[in-house]
């Protein structure tokens, strides 16, 4: 950018200032209040360890890595429909109707209410889930950790040669998550500080764009 092309951007930038000012506004109130509508959920976390029995051979690399490995499966094992099935199945503390009908949304709330971690080359899974109900978040825990252990087999088809093991038990939070309101306001007002420049300068944008398309050639 030349001194020129500099001087012009500043001056653009001064005509428009309101307009920047109104939309970084706008981006920061819009995601405060998307923030602030969000229904308070709890969290309770319980950690698993993957223990798999050592076969002739195998060095304890090879062990650490396939425990890993399987982390891996059980975790995509836990978002799958059929984990999800499973869960409802075994208990009725955690019904179908807490969850939305729609396949495609369920999911979606499936992914948002159970998160996992995986703790590289320990072979061990933090798994944290959130509700809205203090008590139904416990329940929830409580069953995906015994459902898990119960039927781990089915996603990693390892058979005996793993075991699942609880190192700790679900332990749920006496009040719910705090949301980090600051940090998503900051980011909704950075976002339209964004927006805003984006629009005053699109036409230069899209032409540059349109030039630098032009010049492309093949050798």
């Given at each position: 950018?030349?001194?020129?092309?500099?001087?012009?951007?500043?001056?653009?930038?001064?005509?428009?200032?309101?307009?920047?000012?109104?939309?970084?506004?706008?981006?920061?109130?819009?995601?405060?209040?998307?923030?602030?509508?969000?229904?308070?959920?709890?969290k309770?976390?319980?950690?698993?360890?993957?223990?798999?029995?050592?076969?002739?051979?195998?060095?304890?690399?090879?062990?650490?890595?396939?425990a890993?490995?399987?982390?891996?499966?059980?975790?995509?094992?836990?978002?799958?429909?059929?984990?999800?099935?499973?869960?409802?199945?075994?208990?009725?503390?955690?019904?179908?109707?807490?969850?939305?009908?729609?396949?495609?949304?369920?999911?979606?709330?499936?992914?948002?209410?159970?998160?996992?971690?995986?703790?590289?080359?320990?072979?061990?899974?933090?798994?944290?889930?959130?509700?809205?109900n203090?008590?139904?978040?416990?329940?929830?825990?409580?069953?995906?950790?015994?459902?898990?252990?119960?039927?781990?087999?089915?996603?990693?088809?390892?058979?005996?040669?793993?075991?699942?093991?609880?190192?700790?038990?679900?332990?749920?939070?006496?009040?719910?998550?705090?949301?980090?309101?600051?940090?998503?306001?900051?980011?909704?007002?950075?976002?339209?500080?964004?927006?805003?420049?984006?629009?005053?300068?699109?036409?230069?944008?899209?032409?540059?764009?349109?030039?630098?398309?032009?010049?492309?050639?093949?050798i």
């Amino acid at each position: 950018m030349n001194i020129m092309d500099y001087k012009e951007t500043i001056r653009i930038i001064k005509e428009k200032k309101w307009l920047i000012f109104w939309l970084t506004i706008f981006g920061a109130v819009l995601f405060f209040d998307l923030l602030v509508i969000q229904p308070p959920k709890y969290k309770a976390s319980s950690s698993i360890l993957v223990v798999q029995e050592q076969v002739e051979g195998q060095d304890i690399y090879s062990i650490s890595k396939s425990a890993q490995y399987i982390c891996q499966v059980l975790k995509e094992g836990i978002y799958s429909d059929s984990f999800f099935n499973k869960v409802i199945g075994s208990s009725d503390q955690i019904k179908t109707n807490d969850f939305p009908e729609k396949l495609k949304e369920r999911r979606k709330e499936w992914q948002k209410s159970v998160e996992v971690k995986i703790i590289r080359d320990l072979g061990l899974m933090e798994i944290n889930v959130f509700y809205s109900n203090k008590e139904k978040t416990e329940n929830l825990s409580m069953i995906v950790t015994d459902v898990l252990k119960n039927n781990h087999d089915f996603y990693h088809g390892s058979g005996e040669n793993v075991k699942l093991k609880i190192l700790n038990s679900p332990l749920v939070s006496e009040k719910p998550i705090s949301i980090n309101l600051w940090l998503g306001t900051f980011f909704g007002a950075l976002l339209g500080f964004c927006s805003a420049l984006f629009w005053i300068f699109r036409k230069r944008i899209i032409k540059e764009g349109s030039f630098l398309d032009g010049n492309n050639f093949s050798i």
